[in-house]
């Protein structure tokens, strides 16, 4: 490859259920499906729309081969979009982009975890949010490794091509971590300071196609604010140094 874009899906009404949640004190968040089943918010179909005429005005040439998370939020995004930028690519779907499985974990909101399971809240601190795998769950390591075997396979099926991911926020932080090769300890700094925007297009390029990635663009919404759709920040939690 010698483009990379990826983009966060726009706002999911899991994100607003579970912002609400952590914003009252509660300990469970209130969505109505499991989390592959997530659909988009209102907000979150007008964020796919505007990012569809952000990509319909890319030259034919310079068309993206698209990949996506089968999460029902990532497919609605992408779908929405290339019906909006007249794409024909129908989108690939592949579960290493899929969002980290939380486990036990599922749809409790941080006091929640505290509350009801104290010795798992304990653990967390200790070791960090990269090596911090809660029962029935993934660490960010172990999404790595699913990460690194799906960019193997993009080199290989899209060579001198621009690929597109549409796929979740933490999947994009720790594509940062491959591609620049970070620490631990500079990843978990950037995740305690940047919140993936919802509908945000960051691009890795490398003209060659082989050696280094530069990193042109992260987190940028600048089509969203154009066009006066809501730009909206649902970001998990910033503890996430081990301690």
């Known amino acids: 490859m010698t483009e990379l874009l990826l983009v966060r899906h726009g706002e999911s009404q899991g994100n607003v259920a579970a912002t609400t949640a952590h914003q009252s004190g509660a300990h469970a968040i209130n969505v109505p499906a499991r989390d592959a089943d997530v659909e988009l918010s209102g907000a979150g179909r007008e964020q796919s729309l505007a990012l569809g005429r952000l990509l319909a005005g890319f030259p034919a040439d310079r068309r993206a081969a698209v990949w996506s998370s089968p999460y029902l939020r990532a497919r609605q995004t992408v779908e929405l ?55 029935g769950g993934e660490s960010w390591a ?33 594509f940062r971590y491959i591609l620049e090769g970070l620490t631990e300890r500079e990843l978990l700094d950037i995740a305690a300071s940047s919140a993936i925007l919802n509908a945000s297009v960051s691009r890795f390029v490398r003209p060659g196609g082989t050696g280094p990635w530069q990193l042109e663009s992260f987190n940028m919404a600048d089509h969203l604010m154009s066009e006066g759709v809501p730009v909206t920040e649902h970001a998990g939690d910033t503890n996430v140094h081990p301690r």
Do not use: N
Request: proline share 6%; hydrophobic share 40%; glycine share 8%.
């Open 142 to 174: 172990d999404v790595v490794l699913r990460l690194r075997t799906l960019l193997a396979d993009l080199d290989r099926l899209h060579p001198g091509q621009r690929v597109l991911l549409v796929c979740h926020d933490a999947v994009i932080l720790l």
């Open 81 to 135: 979009a290339i019906h909006t930028g007249g794409g024909q690519t129908q989108p690939l779907l592949d579960e290493r982009l899929r969002d980290r499985e939380l486990g036990i974990l599922d749809m409790l909101t941080s006091a929640g975890v505290e509350a009801r399971l104290p010795q798992e809240a304990e653990r967390r601190r200790w070791l960090g949010k990269f090596y911090y795998r809660p029962p």
